[in-house]
């Protein structure tokens, strides 16, 4: 019996690429993605921040497309697909895993800056101290029980919260300028400047993770075409939006907290809801695929994946009600860098190996090495040259920053399955030749 068959979608499930690409919108846009584009703004010149800013998304929206089509093509979400190239245990044991903690940590962070934004925030508005660990957990909960309904839910959110989050950002752009924030962009000069390359390096590292997880949405599409119409139109153009509003506000007003920028344009209890709204469409992505990698993690297929999204969910809202989250933020940082090897282990099993036919895309059994080899070595080359260890004292030996840490390793972890699946195939084929 085929395992893959509780996770595959049927054709009546499929969705319009609008729809996808309005989920891909409301990841994108977040407080983070403000604050990231904030940063640029301080070491970069604003036209080498949108450069910097499309090259970044662009490359991202490139690998998504791959991973979305594979997806599309088999029905399968990417912790299921990733048994063919590094089999079902493999798969099973070490992608899932890596995937899981990964979304379960992000909840619990972007939980915790939206409970301590609320905290601070609604006692300006009302004068009420709420403790944060407090508003940790109802948040947390809301934004859990909107990922238990599953892909409909994450729909209907961003189809709210995206435009009313787009209204909100273009008054306080415009406030902003209009009261002499406009002055502060002629003739900038960066205050800390900055490399493009890792400025490009920054904006990849944002998002890259959703381009390993882009399978659990883009199983949804219903042909190819689609796959690359809602990444193109829900990454690219949201990305260069949110990212410059955020480097053009932190220019302006000298500051990256959105939430302070927001009150300054006399939108407190805008500011408020929009936060939470931009904080409430990422996290629902990152709970329900954590639910669905925990799944796959646990033996279990899709019709249990909201008890394992609930289960993802409630450990991420306690990690952030307990105030711990910012001591593994590096570890967090980490899983980033090394997950996106799993995409060129991937695009180099299905399409380079696979020659992009679903037919050639069945579970392989028990741990393929190739697969996992490529995926280690490509981490590492990530790491290495991200610089994910130069905050390691005993591991700064390592640090060899070069060009785009995440890209690196893709393309080694491609080149590596590439060479090392050719020479099984090899092997298996003499093997087959003596025994005849």
């Given amino acids: ?170 008054y306080a752009l415009i406030d902003t300028l209009t009261s002499g924030g406009a002055g502060a962009l002629k003739g900038y000069e960066p205050s800390a400047p900055m490399s493009f390359v890792s400025a490009v390096s920054a904006t990849v590292g944002s998002f890259v993770l959703a381009a390993a997880i882009s399978g659990d949405y883009c199983r949804f599409a219903k042909s190819r075409k689609d796959v690359i119409k809602s990444s193109a139109a829900g990454v690219v153009p949201a990305g260069l939006v949110i990212l410059m509003t955020g480097a053009i506000l932190a220019v302006c007003t000298g500051s ?11 939108l407190p209890a805008l500011g408020l809801i929009a936060l939470i709204l931009a904080t409430w469409t990422t996290n629902v992505s990152n709970a329900y695929s954590g639910g669905l990698a925990l799944s796959v993690l646990l033996g279990q ?67 393929y090495m190739p697969g996992l080899v490529s995926f280690v070595l490509g981490a590492f080359v990530a790491c290495v040259t991200g610089g994910t260890f130069a905050s390691v004292p005993a ?3 390592l640090n060899m920053p070069f060009f785009i840490g995440p890209i690196n390793g893709i393309v080694v972890a491609m080149i590596v399955y590439v060479i090392l699946s050719g020479l099984m195939r090899k092997g298996e084929n003499e093997t087959c030749v003596e025994s005849e």
Avoid at 123 to 129: L, R, V
């Fill in 256 to 266: 990256y907290d959105i939430s302070v920028v927001l009150a300054s344009a006399g």
């Fill in 301 to 367: 297929d899709e019709k249990k994946s909201q008890v394992t999204t609930a289960v993802a969910g409630v450990i991420g809202t306690v990690l952030a009600a307990a105030g711990i989250l910012n001591s593994i933020q590096g570890f967090l940082s980490l899983l980033s860098a090394i997950v996106p090897a799993l995409i060129g282990t991937m695009i180099a099993d299905y399409w380079i190996m696979g020659k992009g036919r679903a037919s050639e895309s069945a579970a392989r059994g028990g741990v």
């Fill in 395 to 397: 591991l700064t030996f």
């Fill in 1 to 170: 019996m085929d395992k893959t068959n509780g996770f595959k979608i049927q054709e009546e499930e499929r969705q319009g690429w609008i729809s996808i690409a309005m989920v891909w919108t409301g990841s994108v846009i977040c407080v983070p993605a403000l604050m990231i584009g904030g940063m640029l703004g301080a070491g970069l010149t604003l036209t080498e921040c949108f450069f910097a800013i499309l090259l970044g998304y662009g490359m991202v929206c490139v690998l998504m497309c791959f991973i979305g089509m594979l997806a599309c093509d088999t029905g399968l979400l990417t912790a299921v697909a990733a048994s063919r190239a590094l089999g079902e245990s493999g798969a099973k044991y070490v992608i899932s895993l890596i995937l899981a903690i990964s979304c379960i940590g992000w909840f619990g962070i972007q939980a915790a800056v939206c409970g301590a934004s609320f905290s601070s925030m609604f006692g300006d508005i009302t004068g009420i101290d709420v403790p944060v660990w407090i508003s940790s957990v109802v948040w947390g909960i809301i934004m859990l029980l909107t990922a238990c309904f599953r892909f409909a839910g994450l729909k209907w959110l961003n189809k709210i919260a995206v435009p009313l989050l787009g209204i909100v950002l273009v």
